[in-house]
């Protein structure tokens, strides 16, 4: 069935490294895709969007571009902080009401 | 601002227990979901309600069931708890006409 693949975690970086978190979906259409950051202790909430081929979503410094011919929807940020340490979750919308989410990539960030 | 609460953030149970896990929304959502999160497996889906007294089955509903009376309450019921049910459960609604889900701070169920 339809899926969503991230890079296995946990990822450590270094404060300022770049930051590329892997993602790759299946699909039979043209869904929608997100990320999603869960900070320690609390639930999800969004990060960035982005609904159709070759759209950028872009928050907080992050980035994801919608590669239909790729089928993927890399996070990327060109400096991290200590403050991004989190889970983030790449998802993508299943028919009108679902989301299909992946695994979730573990991030530390050490000062 | 978007509010999505849950009654609890932590919970301890016994195995045969009857457990119910309550979400509130208060931004006039039609849509809301209930997930399970655990390691390694990202957020799977239980049930979702697109209306009151509305309800679907999720990826893995075995062992769950939802009650939706109210449109900004969706709750998860255990019927009799097992062990392979200690997970975190978030909650999500969602508008009609939107894609973004708002998520709830999550409970963490453990049972014994």
């Known amino acids: 069935g339809d899926s969503v693949t991230q890079m296995e975690g946990p990822v450590t970086l270094s404060e300022e490294a770049f930051l590329t978190i892997n993602c790759t979906y299946t699909?039979?259409?043209?869904?929608?895709l997100f990320w999603y950051v869960q900070y320690p202790g609390e639930g999800l909430q969004l990060l960035l969007k982005?609904?159709?081929?070759?759209d950028k979503g872009s928050n907080k410094g992050f980035e994801a571009t919608y590669r239909k011919e790729t089928t993927s929807f890399h996070l990327e940020k060109g400096s991290v902080q200590v403050s991004d340490s989190a889970v983030y979750f790449c998802?993508?919308?299943?028919?009108?009401?679902?989301?299909?989410f992946g695994q979730g990539t573990r991030l530390t960030i050490n000062p | 601002d978007v509010k999505v609460t849950q009654s609890s953030r932590y919970l301890v149970k016994r195995t045969g227990e009857k457990v119910f896990l309550e979400c509130v929304q208060d931004?006039?959502?039609?849509?809301m979901f209930w997930y399970r999160q655990d390691p390694g497996l990202g957020l799977r889906l239980i049930y979702f309600?697109?209306?009151?007294?509305?309800?679907e089955k999720g990826d893995i509903p075995e062992g769950y069931s939802v009650s939706r009376e109210k449109k900004e309450r969706f709750s998860l019921i255990l019927e009799s708890a097992s062990t392979n049910q200690t997970s975190m459960y978030l909650c999500?609604?969602?508008?009609?006409?939107?894609?973004?889900?708002?998520f709830g701070p999550g409970t963490r169920l453990l049972v014994l």
């Open positions: 699909a039979t259409g043209y869904p929608s």
């Open positions: 309600s697109y209306d009151v007294k509305m309800k």
């Open positions: 982005a609904t159709k081929a070759d």
């Open positions: 931004m006039d959502h039609e849509n």
């Open positions: 998802a993508r919308t299943e028919g009108a009401q679902k989301l299909v």
């Open positions: 999500a609604s969602r508008d009609g006409g939107g894609e973004t889900q708002y």
